[in-house]
């Protein structure tokens, strides 16, 4: 027999020590068995799921801390979807997990000190193992499940992980953080789940809308089992009614259901090949509605696609490092002698005193100062609301109302709103970090410089971030109206429809209700019963839908037509959104003169501020940035009760705020509609609506159409232009008796004045050549809300007769 080589001597021994070495023999282990351990020193010392999508060991969290977790293996980031004890890490050397002999799996810290253990020492447990549902279980030799990490969640639920009555979800407390935050997802007594607030200070339910009833809401409490389940399709079902589904649901996908640090519970789906989140639902897409996100005396509102924290004047931060600690007073302040600083267009939730109703500014003052534990009070229409606390606070030009800061009368309080206007710039992003820098004179100024006029409003919505026009109706008198229920979280959610489910519900495309430049429309019925409009687009828009649409689809606003769904197979691109019952605004205000079905003045200016609402939404407040670019009356739905709603929004393009006017400037609206840049080489901006809303206005104070301002179609700019110069001269001189000539004659003088003259007003300055000129729509919003109680329930006579 040969000796054996050299190289063979090398080989064998090191084959036997790469195949025999801890390291080597873990790297694929889905299990544990007794006597086993993982040592946070190895990094290769994990459990891995069969399918290999988790991971489960000791994850790094500090320089020399560590968390045992269960994480996504193909993410990016190593997404944490689980940690054993989220408020005490252990140290980065000599810390073991084990699975000893009694049954019983440990966290053992450096200094041998248990931290954590799953009490299964006397119970027959045989093996620790991860299984592809991202569940960590402990078993006996029968397979029957002892112990599981799906019993005990952290800030994620994942798909076959139920919710019940025992479970709370509790956030991180920041970003990249593992340990818990003042958040949590809970069955509450009454069988509802909820999102709650729990701070150091205060604890309030922020989610579903606590200005509501249960009902309203659309849950019950007929229900004792406490239990929600998310699928692996995507869909969320709870015992107590609350529905809801991804916009991508299908199979294929990992998930995750998060309740975030800032307090919002968003769904999540792993783009396999990026290895990144997308959302693909949230609870709130407008976040100054959670609660304790700029703390005590705090005020959040929307500003250049950021939520923005700011403090009151003569109030600073608590603490520059951490707005959830709130502002602090800087001064002293007593029972004795009281003043008020007011804050317009500021609510802040809760904490109320006591409650009165029909009764004065003066009054309600002196209610406050009668009671030394009153801090503030909040006013609107003729209501008193006296504050124990100041909470939750929140702000924009449409929150109805004004609160009163109570101040020592030695301070002044005047001067509190700064008299510039800050309009938001589009190519720039505000510094989330920056929140050590208040930017109240910035805020402040943003939220009143537009009140020179008057400034009382009466609605509010917010989506994400963006900054003023929020319009959820805010009333704590009563349940929401029919019109407002576009302003709540809905069950039906955006997702992908077949051509198939599309072709049965327009009976084979039959009745067609409409058709435009984007494509030609059909009317049909879901299976769900809901009445849609169904959109062939065509070559309207190029490319994958999904990744646009799935976006705009998560856009929810009262004044803006909701989008169901979409169908993308081949060359059948079509687009599912609510069905409006009556048609669009051309064919109410271009009918012949002397008919029968002329809209009327309240009308008009009810639609007036819907589609400024619904336009402000967009520019300022959305997931995305969304210029419109073909505002016009084709494109504003009425639907029964003639609240406009405004279709086809983001079809021509989603644009960022970094990237606005690099590849938009090649759309082009409608002609009479379209604002000067768009011949120039300008950058597209939010202005281009403003201007073809100005041109909108004047057609509805007129009742006839650009088209009939020309002799010639090429002529419609400069004929657009001589009306405004002429309007501007009517405005200037003071006279009154020129408005009765501007208005639609088959009003027959029934109109209001006040308002006409305003929407006049308010379009010659949207129709400046200056772009710079131009106001911005949540201005516009807030000078009309400031003339919409003006007495018109009768159509009020606009001439003295």
């Known amino acids: 027999m040969k000796n054996p080589s050299p190289l063979t001597n090398i080989f064998i021994p090191l084959l036997l020590f790469l195949l025999l070495s801890p390291s080597a023999s873990r790297a694929e282990q889905s299990f544990l068995s007794k006597g086993s351990s993982l040592s946070v020193e190895d990094a290769s010392d994990i459990l891995i799921s069969p399918s290999r999508s988790y991971a489960c060991g000791f994850y790094n969290i500090g320089s020399n801390a560590y968390a045992f977790s269960i994480w996504f293996s193909d993410s990016v980031n190593k997404t944490v979807a689980w940690t054993a004890i989220q408020d005490h890490p252990v140290n980065g050397h000599g810390s073991k997990i084990s699975f000893r002999k009694d049954g019983d799996m440990i966290l053992a810290d450096t200094d041998g000190k248990v931290v954590w253990s799953t009490n299964t020492s006397s119970t027959q447990a045989d093996r620790v193992q991860l299984l592809d549902t991202g569940n960590l279980v402990v078993k006996d030799p029968s397979g029957k499940i002892l112990w599981q990490s799906f019993d005990s969640p952290t800030d994620t639920l ?146 250049r696609s950021n939520v923005v924290c700011s403090c009151p004047p003569h109030y600073e931060m608590s603490d520059r490092r951490d707005w959830r600690k709130g502002c602090k007073r800087k001064f002293h302040m007593s029972c004795n002698t009281t003043s008020f600083l007011e804050l317009p267009k500021t609510d802040f939730w809760g904490y109320d005193l006591t409650y009165w109703e029909s009764i004065s500014l003066e009054d309600c003052k002196k209610t406050c100062e009668e009671n030394c534990s009153c801090e503030g009070i909040r006013y609107v229409s003729g209501k008193c609301y006296p504050k124990s606390l100041l909470s939750n606070g929140r702000a924009s030009p449409d929150t109805p109302g004004i609160t009163y800061l109570r101040m020592p009368a030695s301070m002044s309080t005047s001067g509190s709103s700064a008299p510039q206007i800050h309009e938001p710039i589009c190519n720039a992003r505000e510094d989330e970090n920056s929140s050590g820098k208040t930017r109240w004179a910035y805020f402040y100024g943003f939220i009143s410089a537009f009140g020179a006029i008057e400034s009382q409003q009466d609605r509010r919505m917010d989506c994400n971030p963006g900054s003023s026009g929020w319009w959820f109706i805010f009333r704590r008198e009563r349940k929401p109206t029919s019109l407002e229920e576009g302003y709540r979280s809905i069950s039906s959610q955006f997702r992908r429809f077949t051509y198939k489910e599309l072709k049965r519900a327009t009976r084979k495309f039959m009745d067609e209700i409409g058709r435009g430049g984007a494509g030609v429309v059909y009317k049909g019925v879901l299976d769900d019963k809901r009445v849609v409009a169904v959109k062939k687009l065509g070559d309207a828009i190029q490319g994958e839908l999904g990744a646009e649409l799935s976006l705009i689809g998560r856009i929810y606003h009262k004044n803006l037509v909701r989008i169901w769904g979409f169908c993308s197979e081949g060359a059948h691109n079509l687009l599912v959104t609510e069905y409006v019952a009556n048609g669009s605004l051309d064919k109410h205000i271009f009918g012949e003169h002397g008919t029968a079905s002329v809209l009327g003045w309240s009308e008009r200016f009810k639609i007036a501020v819907g589609v400024a609402q619904g336009l402000a939404y967009l520019h300022h407040e959305c997931l995305e940035w969304v210029i419109h670019c073909d505002v016009k009356p084709e494109n504003i739905l009425l639907d029964g009760e003639f609240e406009p709603k405004i279709a086809d929004f983001g079809l021509a393009k989603l644009s960022k705020r970094d990237v606005v006017g690099s590849d938009i400037s090649r759309i082009r609206g409608t002609r009479g509609y379209m604002a000067p840049e768009w011949t120039t080489n300008l950058p597209i901006t939010a202005k281009v609506d403003v201007y073809s809303y100005g041109v909108v206005l004047l057609e509805m104070v007129k009742g006839s159409g650009v088209s009939n301002l020309m002799v010639h179609e090429e002529e419609v700019e400069g004929t657009l232009k001589s009306l405004v110069r002429m309007l501007k001269g009517k405005l200037e001189s003071g ?17 209001n004045c006040k308002q006409a003259e305003k929407l006049v007003e308010i379009a010659v300055s949207c129709l400046e050549e200056d772009r710079n000129k131009r106001p911005t729509m949540d201005s516009v919003v807030h000078s009309l809300l400031s003339y919409d109680d003006e007495p018109s329930s009768h159509e009020k006579l606009a001439v003295n007769r």
């Not at 019950?220 to 649901?249: H, K, P």
């Not at 020129?738 to 109109?751: A, M, T």
Request: aromatic letters at 12%; charged letters at 20%.
């Open 158 to 303: 994942l798909p076959k992980q139920p919710i019940t009555k025992t479970i709370r979800i509790a956030s991180a407390a920041a970003p990249g953080s593992l340990s818990s935050g003042y958040y949590g997802l809970y069955f509450d007594n009454d069988n509802v789940l909820r999102l709650i607030y729990d701070g150091p200070e205060v604890s309030s339910i922020y989610w579903p809308n606590p200005d509501y009833d249960v009902f309203a809401n659309d849950r019950t409490i007929y229900n004792s089992s406490r239990y929600a389940v998310l699928d692996e399709m995507g869909n969320f079902f709870s015992s107590d009614q609350l529905a809801f589904s991804a916009s991508d649901m299908g199979s294929g996908n990992l998930r995750r259901l998060t309740l975030d640090y800032d307090g919002n519970l968003r769904l999540y789906s792993l783009n396999e090949s990026k290895r990144t989140w997308s959302v693909t639902w949230e609870a709130l897409p407008q976040l100054c509605r959670i609660h304790g996100l700029c703390g005590r005396n705090g005020i959040c509102t929307y500003m």
């Open 735 to 751: 006279e009154e008796s020129w408005v009765e000539e501007i208005v639609d004659s088959r009003l027959n003088g029934h109109f």
